[in-house]
């Protein structure tokens, strides 16, 4: 499992999205991450995420967090045409972060994630992530 985190701030409040926004955080930023992976270039990925998040972790840094997934050539893109099976009802918790729990029964690994979301240049921007392909 790999996980990352920005230090929490208190963010901005947003309200809570539609499972069809919630569905579209997940699977865009899942598959950003992806292409990172598969690219071995996190720069894109770094552009799409919260300022907090981006000002910690520089491109060079999550591609060394990340190095394990870059290293087996990990390949979760499928997550695009699978259904999101939520494990905790999507929240946002006290720091008024969005966060998303779930996984993804896709073949031949299933893809589990935690994702942390904050408002960000006025919208939902990746905060923190945890993945896990088993």
Not at 45 to 53: E, L
Not at 71 to 100: M, N, T, Y
Request: hydrophobic residues 50%.
């Amino acid at each position: 499992m790999v996980l990352v985190a920005a230090c929490p701030i208190r963010a901005l409040a947003l309200d809570m999205p539609s499972p069809l926004v919630q569905e579209i955080l997940v699977k865009s930023i899942l598959v950003t991450l992806n292409d990172a992976v598969a690219s071995d270039n996190f720069a894109v990925f770094h552009a799409k995420i919260s300022k907090p998040f981006r000002d910690q972790f520089p491109p060079d840094k999550l591609r060394a967090i990340f190095k394990d997934l870059i290293e087996k050539h990990a390949v979760f893109d499928a997550v695009v045409a699978s259904p999101i099976v939520s494990d905790e009802d999507a929240r946002i918790d006290e720091q008024g972060v969005l966060r998303l729990k779930g996984h993804f029964d896709t073949a031949p690994k299933k893809v589990k994630y935690q994702l942390g979301f904050i408002a960000s240049d006025g919208a939902w921007k990746l905060s923190g992530v945890a993945i896990d392909i088993e």
